[in-house]
């Protein structure tokens, strides 16, 4: 294991941003190709008569106020190595001012229950002594910047800027736009960030250095000692206030609470910066959450109370000893946490979940707790952001459920990819769930080029939707239905290379909306035409999905619109497994059916795939 470890994150010295800065820019794509890509995406979607007025609008735009905001956004890309970044940033996350929770982060299980850590009473305090542990070693491994590169299979780096926001970053509310602030230092930045975590237990908040002088994690014994001080106090004494509650406000309604709460008095406002400025979060919870299911839903909704969730990071460990995980989406996507989530669950099964090191504990300064200072305004402010987060929470409907008939070996052995195949099986089980195609987005990574993040696959082809028609016809035959899927899979691939070299239309299309919102232009028609929405634009796609790659490591968030679904995925040898969500509110989802559905698609899609292709041989 050890080996494994060193084959897949550690690195040379200095390597872990020193190619960040080689990376091309960022491409501004063709105007003619991004509108006969969007054209494309919202056919399965129309009529006839609705998609041929919709092209005709998009040949108006293209032709008048389309070509005069591409030509904008050419100049003011000149000279920038990604034009989209700051935009990015304030349009999809800092201007939002629904609540972080439970609608726009992000959580994920740990995977440690398989093996070594399955869910047992009276370990807490000892697990999260050592995932700790696991976790600083990962934060030094990034502050000496001998963390792995990341690269696609054919050599290429990809960017890892965003690991630099995975530790001592927090996002503060503002009035119309929040912002983003990140305090961790690698040794070449020649300073040291701040090296104390927070925690907080029972509603009560509490800060410790975790760094020694020699900038080494302090040992799994002397974690633990810092831990059992924070349990030992809350459980012989009342539970806090609950002001993390607060964050899981309205972002301007948290911003004008935050005000009040800084300014009423000094202490207030230094608690607020230890909370802001620690490495991470740790929440040690009440709950008890023995299952992928249940660590997801606790992770997506739990109690309020106990989480900041303007945190990039937060782990929460359970009763059962069990973990999870609650991002801000951010500073970093999905797979920046991953990959240190997958870094600990190695070392644990390295380590047989055991700390091997010395049992000696040096002296040290007992945890602080931070005491705010409320009135009766504030104390009500609490009560209402907790009433308001119930209700939202307790619309969220998740599973996390596997898939145990086959996994990717057999899929590869088929000669697909597992993401397409997995894909295609989500549009074939929509359809036959509610005879009409799904507006769907999935996340292509952009990370070859500068500061890249994603671009959105528009993954619900015409030739998906003809293939999920064959599928439930029983007049067809094999091979028809066979040759069909193969269309789709080779337009889903062809998508998803163009959308990972910045070439899908969704950006392109956010930037020349920006560009004309910004310099008081009118709104084209484009973007109020029906076909905007019924497509997915504007944050309505009704699957919202990504591939969170072939680790032990997984995750989700919850659905993107009303009547959608979240669908997260990842692939192991021999079994899939989901994260699925959706609203309890919307009487026409279910995530069980979904998922009864999907597992009915994948095996009737081996079904065929087999059968052809031996017949073919």
């Known amino acids: 294991m050890t080996g494994i470890i060193e084959k897949l994150f550690i690195g040379k010295k200095g390597e872990t941003f020193s190619h960040d800065e080689t990376l091309p820019a960022l491409p501004v794509p063709d105007l003619r190709h991004t509108l006969d890509r969007y054209l494309d995406s919202v056919k399965p979607h129309l009529t006839e008569q609705e998609f041929q007025n919709t092209a005709s609008i998009v040949k108006r735009f293209e032709e008048n106020e389309g070509h005069l905001l591409h030509e904008k956004l050419l100049k003011f890309a000149e000279g920038k190595k990604n034009w989209l970044e700051k935009w990015w940033e304030e349009y999809a996350y800092l201007r939002i001012r629904m609540p972080l929770a439970p609608f726009m982060n992000f959580a994920g299980p740990g995977p440690h229950i398989e093996h070594y850590w399955p869910p047992t009473e009276g370990t807490v305090i000892s697990r999260t002594a050592t995932s700790t542990y696991y976790i600083l070693k990962f934060w030094q491994l990034i502050r000496q910047e001998i963390l792995k590169v990341d690269m696609s299979r054919s050599g290429t780096c990809f960017a890892m800027n965003t690991f630099r926001r995975l530790f001592n970053c927090c996002k503060l509310p503002g009035k119309d736009v929040d912002s983003l602030h990140y305090y961790f230092k690698t040794v070449s930045d020649g300073t040291l960030g701040p090296t104390h975590l927070a925690a907080v237990y029972k509603k009560r908040f509490f800060v410790f250095n975790a760094i020694d002088e020699n900038e080494e994690p302090l040992s799994v014994p002397e974690l633990r000692r810092q831990f059992q001080f924070i349990k030992d106090k809350c459980d012989g004494e009342p539970a806090g206030p609950g002001v993390g509650a607060l964050t899981s406000e309205n972002r301007t309604t948290w911003f004008h609470i935050r005000d009040y709460l800084k300014n009423l008095s000094t202490r207030n406002s230094k608690n607020l910066e230890m909370i802001e400025k620690s490495l991470v979060l740790f929440a040690l919870d009440d709950a008890h959450a023995p299952g992928y299911t249940e660590i997801m839903k606790?992770?997506?909704?739990?109690?309020?109370?106990?989480?900041?969730?303007?945190?990039?990071?937060?782990?929460?460990?359970?009763?059962?000893?069990?973990f999870g995980t609650n991002c801000d989406h951010n500073?970093?996507?999905?797979?920046?946490?991953?990959?240190?989530?997958?870094?600990?669950?190695?070392?644990?099964?390295?380590?047989?979940?055991?700390?091997?090191?010395?049992?000696?504990?040096?002296?040290?300064s007992k945890p602080l707790e931070l005491i705010f200072d409320l009135d009766s305004k504030l104390y009500k402010n609490i009560q209402d952001a907790i009433v308001q987060y119930k209700k939202n929470a307790s619309n969220v409907e998740c599973i996390n459920p596997t898939f145990n008939h086959f996994g990717k070996k057999c899929i590869q052995s088929l000669k697909l990819h597992p993401d397409t195949f997995?894909?295609?099986?989500?549009?074939?089980?929509?359809?036959?769930?509610?005879?009409?195609?799904?507006?769907?987005?999935?996340?292509?990574?952009?990370?070859?080029?500068?500061?890249?993040?994603?671009?959105?696959?528009?993954?619900?082809?015409?030739?998906?939707?003809?293939?999920?028609?064959?599928?439930?016809?029983?007049?067809?035959?094999?091979?028809?239905?066979?040759?069909?899927?193969?269309?789709?899979?080779?337009?889903?691939?062809?998508?998803?290379?163009?959308?990972?070299?910045?070439?899908?239309?969704?950006?392109?299309?956010?930037?020349?909306?920006?560009?004309?919102?910004?310099?008081?232009?009118?709104?084209?028609?484009?973007?109020?035409?029906?076909?905007?929405?019924?497509?997915?634009?504007?944050?309505?796609?009704?699957?919202?999905?990504?591939?969170?790659?072939?680790?032990?490591?997984?995750?989700?968030?919850?659905?993107?619109?009303?009547?959608?679904?979240?669908?997260?995925?990842?692939?192991?040898?021999?079994?899939?497994?989901?994260?699925?969500?959706?609203?309890?509110?919307?009487?026409?989802?279910?995530?069980?059916?979904?998922?009864?559905?999907?597992?009915?698609?994948?095996?009737?899609?081996?079904?065929?795939?087999?059968?052809?292709?031996?017949?073919?041989?």
């Open 298 to 322: 606790e992770g997506l909704s739990g109690d309020c109370t106990n989480r900041w969730f303007d945190k990039g990071m937060c782990f929460i460990t359970y009763q059962d000893g069990t």
């Open 422 to 617: 997995i894909q295609l099986a989500l549009h074939m089980t929509y359809y036959r769930m509610y005879k009409r195609p799904a507006s769907t987005y999935e996340t292509a990574a952009t990370r070859k080029y500068y500061n890249g993040r994603t671009e959105t696959l528009r993954s619900c082809t015409m030739e998906a939707l003809e293939w999920s028609k064959a599928m439930l016809d029983s007049k067809l035959s094999k091979q028809a239905k066979y040759n069909l899927f193969k269309k789709a899979y080779e337009r889903h691939n062809f998508l998803m290379a163009e959308g990972q070299n910045g070439l899908g239309c969704d950006r392109h299309l956010l930037g020349l909306y920006i560009i004309a919102t910004e310099e008081g232009l009118p709104i084209p028609d484009l973007y109020t035409d029906k076909a905007w929405v019924k497509s997915g634009g504007g944050g309505n796609y009704i699957l919202s999905t990504s591939y969170v790659g072939s680790s032990t490591v997984g995750g989700g968030v919850a659905a993107m619109c009303k009547g959608g679904y979240g669908c997260f995925y990842r692939t192991e040898d021999h079994r899939l497994i989901f994260c699925i969500t959706a609203w309890v509110s919307d009487e026409e989802t279910s995530v069980l059916e979904l998922f009864k559905q999907l597992s009915k698609s994948m095996l009737q899609m081996r079904e065929l795939l087999e059968s052809v292709q031996s017949s073919n041989m």
């Open 331 to 364: 500073p970093f996507d999905a797979m920046v946490a991953v990959k240190m989530m997958y870094f600990m669950d190695l070392s644990i099964q390295r380590d047989k979940g055991q700390w091997t090191g010395s049992s000696s504990i040096r002296p040290m």
